[in-house]
């Protein structure tokens, strides 16, 4: 069959074939028109069939691109990326890996500029374009259907370890709600944690935030008035993702902050297959 690529400026032309091939929530049309939405930057959807069959896709955009930030060089530098427009580790190419190859050598020939490939599974642009990678991605199976189990299974210094930071959460109040509760003080949480990572490509708006669809839950951590920390985690079937977090690093040692928002994603777990943590 003879093979052709469609570019859509908006993934409402996207036909639900898209979504059959996509591996991960991030990639799917849903999040795909909320980035449209609240993140946007010139967006071009890539989709190669064969024949009428969508065999292989994956999204360009164009963004400044601080070229040597793993460096930690500023280099800021206008740039076509073949990525998500979003800070996840989630690799932009959905469909049959034998078809990478001519999609991608066809998006070479279409986008005009410097061009950085971002999060590919394989260098498939190896000494054609730049490569980066934002943080990696974890994947834990859960084995266990409830949190007793899971402590029982832990070795006795580790178990007591978690009962000690624990301890330190014991008048911690937990508020979980849809993201529409996202107000500005989540935000600067955000922007402490931006403020110290040195790999970032992006800082996203507050409004994408607020805005996320209903699978993403907000779970937000206070003593008295001060907020603690928080994170954002995404259900998709039995999956939960996490998303994006905040720290009130002022108050993070006291309240063992850091390692309580990881225990309270995985008080979400029970009854899930695994959790997978997208450049945490």
């Given at each position: 069959?003879?093979?052709?690529?469609?570019?859509?400026?908006?993934?409402?032309?996207?036909?639900?074939?898209?979504d059959q091939i996509a591996d991960f929530y991030?990639?799917?049309?849903?999040?795909?028109?909320?980035?449209?939405?609240?993140?946007?930057?010139?967006?071009?959807?890539?989709?190669?069939?064969?024949?009428?069959?969508?065999?292989?896709?994956?999204?360009?955009?164009?963004?400044?691109?601080?070229?040597?930030?793993?460096?930690?060089?500023?280099?800021?530098?206008?740039?076509?990326?073949?990525?998500?427009?979003?800070?996840?580790?989630?690799?932009?190419?959905?469909?049959?890996?034998?078809e990478f190859g001519y999609l991608l050598t066809?998006?070479?020939?279409?986008?005009?500029?410097?061009?950085?490939?971002?999060?590919?599974?394989?260098?498939?642009?190896?000494?054609?374009?730049?490569?980066?990678?934002?943080?990696?991605?974890?994947?834990?199976?859960?084995?266990?259907?409830?949190?007793?189990?899971?402590?029982?299974?832990?070795?006795?210094?580790?178990?007591?370890?978690?009962?000690?930071?624990?301890?330190?959460?014991?008048?911690?109040?937990?508020?979980?709600?849809?993201?529409?509760?996202?107000?500005?003080e989540h935000y600067r949480l955000y922007l402490?944690?931006?403020?110290?990572?040195?790999?970032?490509?992006?800082?996203?708006?507050?409004?994408?935030?607020?805005?996320?669809?209903?699978?993403?839950?907000?779970?937000?951590?206070?003593?008295?008035?001060?907020?603690?920390?928080?994170?954002?985690?995404?259900?998709?079937?039995?999956?939960?993702?996490?998303?994006?977090?905040?720290?009130?690093?002022?108050?993070?040692?006291?309240?063992?902050?850091?390692?309580?928002?990881?225990?309270?994603?995985?008080?979400?777990?029970?009854?899930?297959?695994?959790?997978?943590?997208?450049?945490?």
């Open positions: 069959m003879e093979r052709k690529v469609v570019i859509s400026e908006s993934p409402d032309n996207i036909g639900c074939e898209w991030f990639q799917k049309r849903e999040f795909l028109k909320h980035l449209q939405k609240y993140n946007s930057c010139s967006q071009r959807y890539y989709m190669l069939y064969d024949g009428n069959k969508l065999v292989a896709g994956t999204i360009v955009y164009t963004f400044k691109v601080n070229l040597l930030t793993f460096l930690h060089i500023p280099s800021p530098l206008k740039m076509r990326i073949i990525g998500l427009p979003v800070s996840v580790a989630t690799p932009p190419l959905i469909g049959q890996p034998a066809h998006i070479l020939e279409n986008e005009k500029g410097f061009v950085l490939g971002l999060n590919m599974m394989d260098d498939y642009l190896t000494n054609r374009v730049l490569n980066m990678r934002t943080l990696p991605t974890f994947i834990i199976k859960n084995k266990f259907s409830d949190l007793e189990s899971y402590e029982n299974s832990l070795r006795h210094n580790y178990r007591r370890r978690l009962h000690l930071f624990r301890n330190n959460f014991r008048d911690v109040r937990t508020e979980v709600s849809d993201c529409s509760l996202f107000i500005g402490e944690i931006m403020r110290r990572t040195r790999t970032k490509l992006e800082t996203i708006h507050m409004e994408l935030f607020q805005n996320l669809p209903s699978n993403f839950t907000l779970s937000t951590y206070y003593h008295k008035k001060d907020m603690l920390c928080w994170h954002i985690t995404c259900h998709d079937g039995k999956n939960l993702i996490f998303f994006f977090g905040g720290m009130n690093y002022k108050l993070r040692d006291q309240y063992q902050s850091y390692q309580n928002n990881l225990y309270g994603i995985r008080l979400i777990l029970v009854n899930l297959i695994k959790i997978i943590f997208m450049g945490y």
